[in-house]
């Protein structure tokens, strides 16, 4: 297995608490997903990273079955506690080494996985192997509005100056690529993206506990002063702007489903 990529053993207690569906928002997600990737109730769908079944799910009532891989025991171990009688199987394996056959799947989904992957080219490749040759992989993702609010702003902005973005830079696919990876490793985008629109709130005490408590994977590799340094210059910065820690402010976001055929040949 891998030892590089990032594994979400660390988070499995908290992830469903940190980052489930706001309220509302799961229905609509999930239906972005199945319009995208034009799932039949009799397709078998392939999830990479499958974590906790945030997505597998939900999805699984629309499909016939999803089939997932995570190397996290703990994060599986939390899917297998929900698990009803959903048509969901996890598998502890790595996305670069599917144990899974060939032209087997008529969809995919991936969804925050290919920045936790050193490797994630091969990964790709994997997928390709295990879909049937018009089957689609959708790539989602969850976004915050490109303008952030005065206050988000403010606070991340005093957070990187401290921090160094630098220093939370992904193993796997980088920021700077999110947009346009797929294509640049040849898979053909397909239909139009769906696209679901909703307004978070969070107050500024939430977003530097969260932070501080190293909640995103990005800052497990921080050294401990660093974190402090910067929970620390976002409290002073949100002191010198007279910002209350706990007046909510919005965070208009976006979950965007984009579907892509393998590439050919
Ligand atoms: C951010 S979580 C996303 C889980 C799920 N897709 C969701 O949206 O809730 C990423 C998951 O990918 C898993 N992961 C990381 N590298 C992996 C790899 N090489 N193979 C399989 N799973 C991996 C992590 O353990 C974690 O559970």
Known sequence: MSSESIVFDPAAGYYDETR???????G???AAMVRAGEFAPDSRILEVGIGTGRIALPLAAHVRSVTGVDLSRGMIDRLLAKRD????YPVLADATRLPLPTNAFEGAVAVHIFHLIPAWQTALQEVARALKP???????????AEKLSPVHELLSAAWDEAVGRDSMENVGV?????????????????GEPQVYEYTQTRTPREHVRRMEQRVW????????EVVVRGATAMREAAARAGIDLDAPFEVPSTFKAVAYLPPEG
């Not at 700077?176 to 797929?182: D, I, K, M, P, V």
């Open 134 to 144: 018009d089957g689609r992989l959708v790539s989602a993702y969850y976004d915050q």
């Open 217 to 224: 994977s990005q800052c497990w590799r921080l050294p401990d």
């Open 28 to 30: 609509p997600a999930i």
């Open 174 to 190: 980088p920021r700077a690529r999110y947009g346009t990876f797929l294509t640049e490793e040849g898979w053909r985008q397909v």
């Open 85 to 88: 009688d959903q048509a969901v």
């Open 20 to 26: 489930g569906f706001a309220p509302g928002v799961e």
